[in-house]
């Protein structure tokens, strides 16, 4: 897919201020620092689109971006950074939860994992709360830029094994370097296919 246009549209904490209108929304969720702006500014190629930064933490609110004037890809606060506080967490829990669960226009949700890490409990939880919620997910496992292809099939076993623990089915999967602009043709590919069985 080519991407003609990508522009910011707004940031707020409550869906109800979301754009209205019935466009297919694509957003990028998991924890703080793993990579989702940086795999927003890849996608659309523009660098600085999405506020990215080496701390965690970064993104504070739900993030509009219109692609192509036809969809939008949607850019969420990280979960489980430490240093925001019990009440500063409980806050950014709400507003991803509240997007989650209510945003009807939401049509895949991509569940970002840092390939070099074992699963986390705390990523297995979410992911657990999604299928409860009957909210359908994707994995993109990314900053494979980071390690050797050797270590990504070894660390994607054992991700695969865990998963299938609690999952006849395991979700679609990808892998992203925002670094050296891996997935890029992948996850557009598959937006692509469901934009076209929706929007036909
Ligand atoms: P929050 O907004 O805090 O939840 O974080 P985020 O998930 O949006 O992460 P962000 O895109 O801000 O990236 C965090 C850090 O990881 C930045 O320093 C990025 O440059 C770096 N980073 C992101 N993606 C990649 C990647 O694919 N490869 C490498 N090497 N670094 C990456
Ligand atoms: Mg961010």
């Avoid at 609690?166 to 670094?179: H, Q």
Wanted: proline letters at 4%.
């Amino acid at each position: 897919m080519e991407i003609k246009s990508a522009e910011f549209v707004i940031s707020n904490t409550d869906i109800r201020k979301c754009p209205e209108g019935n466009r297919p929304e694509y957003a990028f969720i998991g924890r703080s620092n793993v990579g989702k702006s940086s795999l927003i500014n890849m996608l659309t190629n523009k660098k600085g689109l999405a506020m990215t930064s080496q701390k965690p933490g970064k993104t504070q609110l739900i993030n509009h971006f219109l692609i192509n004037e036809t969809w939008y890809l949607v850019d969420l606060p990280g979960y489980g950074y430490a240093q925001r506080g019990k009440e500063g967490r409980e806050r950014i829990r709400h507003i991803i939860e509240d997007y989650i669960l209510e945003r009807e226009q939401l049509t895949n949700l991509f569940v970002l994992l840092d390939c070099r890490h074992e699963p986390l409990q705390i990523d297995l939880e979410f992911m657990e709360w999604l299928g409860e919620n009957s909210i359908p997910f994707s994995i993109i496992f990314t900053k494979t830029d980071k390690i050797s292809r050797g270590r990504l099939q070894e660390n994607l076993k054992v991700y695969q094994a865990k998963l299938s623990e609690n999952w006849e089915e395991l979700p679609p999967f990808f892998f992203s370097s925002a670094e050296k602009r891996e997935g890029r043709e992948e996850i557009l590919g598959y937006i692509s296919e469901i934009n076209a069985q929706l929007l036909k």
